[in-house]
C-alpha cells in the first residue's frame, strides 16, 4: 500500500508519527450490518448509513482537505491529516497571509501532543508541548473517531443513549475518557459532533470548553460516507460560537488503510 509522503517541515518525532500512523489496518474484516444492531439507534443508524455493507473496515485514514482558518483573519488553508482513531494523528498544513506562508503541524501519539507553525518555514509563529497542549490534542483526537467510522465498533467505546437523535461515545485516549455526543438526522446522516476539550480559547488557564463541529453535506470514499464540510469551533450552540469558530474546511480526499 503506498504511504503518504511527510512534508519536509515535521520534526524527526512528527515524521515518525507520520510513518507508524499509517500502518494499514490487518487482516480487516468486511462489514456486516448486523454488527450495528446492538448499539443505541442513533449510533446504529448512523453506522448503517455511513459504512457500505461488505466495506472492509479499515482503521485508519489519510484525509486531504482545504478551507479557511482564523489567523488574525480569515486564511485560506491546505492540509494534509494521518489519522488512526484513539492513537494519534499529525495535521500538517499551509496557510496563507497575503503573499507569505504559514506552514506547520499539529499531532498527537503516545501520550504526546505538540504544535510547531513557522512563517516562511523560518520564523515561529505558534509552538508548543506539555500536559495542557497534550491533553487539548487527545480531545481533538476522541473527536475525529467519526471521520474513520470503523472505529465506531471497536469494543473499547461505550455507547449510551440521550434521545433519539444523540448518542454518546465514550472513548479511551491517553489516560482519560472521552465523551463525544454525536447528532444524527433521522436518515443516518451526520450533523454535528461535541464533546468538552481542553484548552484555553480565552487565552485565560487551561480547562474544559464545550468544543465541537457542524456537520454539511456528504462524500464517499471506500465504501464510507463521512461529512463533506465542517465548520469547528470552540463554544458550539451558544452565543459565544462566532468568537470561538476557527476553522472551516472540505474534504477533498480520503484514502482509508
Excluded at 3 to 10: D, E, F, K
Excluded at 163 to 192: C, F, K, M, S, Y
Excluded at 203 to 223: I, L, T, W
Excluded at 234 to 248: L, M, N, Q
Aim: hydrophobic fraction near 40%.
Amino acid at each position: 500500500m503506498t504511504v503518504v509522503v511527510a512534508p519536509p517541515y515535521l520534526t524527526d518525532e512528527a515524521r515518525r508519527d507520520w510513518q507508524l500512523l499509517q500502518a494499514a489496518t490487518e487482516d480487516p474484516p468486511a462489514f456486516d450490518p448486523a454488527q450495528a444492531e446492538l448499539l443505541p439507534e442513533p449510533a446504529r443508524r448512523w453506522l448503517l448509513h455511513t459504512i457500505a455493507p461488505g466495506t472492509p473496515l479499515l482503521r485508519g485514514v489519510v484525509l486531504e482537505t482545504h478551507g479557511t482558518i482564523r489567523l488574525g483573519g480569515w486564511r485560506t488553508f491546505h492540509a494534509t491529516e494521518v489519522l488512526l482513531p484513539m492513537m494519534g494523528f499529525v495535521w500538517t498544513a499551509t496557510a496563507y497571509v497575503g503573499l507569505l506562508n504559514v506552514q506547520g503541524f499539529d499531532r498527537y501519539r503516545d501520550g504526546s501532543g505538540e504544535m510547531r507553525w513557522r512563517l516562511l518555514n523560518t520564523v515561529p509563529v505558534m509552538s508548543g508541548t506539555g500536559k495542557d497542549i497534550t491533553r487539548s490534542a487527545a480531545g481533538r483526537l476522541a473527536s475525529e473517531f467519526v471521520l474513520a467510522p470503523a472505529t465506531a465498533l471497536d469494543p473499547r467505546i461505550q455507547w449510551k443513549p440521550v434521545d433519539d437523535r444523540q448518542v454518546i461515545a465514550r472513548l479511551p485516549v491517553g489516560d482519560e475518557e472521552h465523551e463525544v455526543t454525536l447528532d444524527v438526522a433521522p436518515n443516518g446522516r451526520l450533523t454535528a459532533v461535541t464533546l468538552c476539550r481542553w484548552g484555553n480559547p480565552d487565552q485565560s488557564a487551561y480547562h474544559s470548553h464545550r468544543f465541537g463541529a457542524k456537520c454539511e453535506g456528504e462524500v464517499a470514499f471506500d465504501g464510507f460516507t463521512i461529512p463533506e464540510s465542517f465548520r469547528i469551533g470552540w463554544w458550539p450552540g451558544t452565543k459565544r460560537w462566532a468568537d470561538g469558530e476557527f476553522i472551516r474546511f472540505s474534504i477533498d480526499d480520503a484514502l482509508y488503510r
